[in-house]
């Protein structure tokens, strides 16, 4: 059983940056993968970024490529995602997912997620 906590989100204006994080409880949170979500009002979950256990492998949608970074600290339970260059766009409920797999490959789709966060606000205004 894991839980998790996301954390960091907040209101802030076009073009700042925001570090999110993904608390988790459990010892062996270091074999799980983890990923980012976001929803925002109206519209679909989406993926926007995942990591494998160990951070050798990520995964980032094209909307955040170049401006997001996942990354993990298997020793605090934690995992983060850098938001920078934020876009009115990005506003939305950001998520963190959580699934036992200690392998490469890095989950992109909500199904393939075993344990959820409540969410954190993102609000970007222009």
């Known amino acids: 059983q894991v839980q998790l906590v996301e954390s960091g989100g907040g209101l802030v204006q076009a073009g700042d940056s925001l570090r999110l994080a993904c608390a988790a409880s459990?010892?062996?949170?270091?074999?799980?993968?983890v990923g980012w979500f976001r929803q925002a009002p109206g519209k679909e979950r989406e993926s926007i970024a995942g990591?494998?256990?160990?951070?050798?492998?990520?995964y980032y949608a094209d909307s955040v490529k170049g401006r997001f970074t996942i990354s993990r600290d298997n020793a605090k339970n934690t995992v983060y995602l850098q938001l920078n260059s934020l876009k009115p766009e990005d506003t939305a409920v950001y998520y963190c997912?959580?699934?036992?797999?200690?392998?490469?490959?890095?989950?992109?789709?909500?199904?393939?997620?075993?344990?959820w966060g409540q969410g954190t606000q993102v609000t970007v205004s222009s």
């Open positions: 990591i494998n256990w160990s951070g050798g492998s990520t």
């Open positions: 459990g010892r062996t949170f270091s074999r799980y993968a």
């Open positions: 997912a959580a699934v036992y797999y200690s392998g490469d490959y890095v989950y992109t789709n909500a199904r393939d997620y075993r344990y």
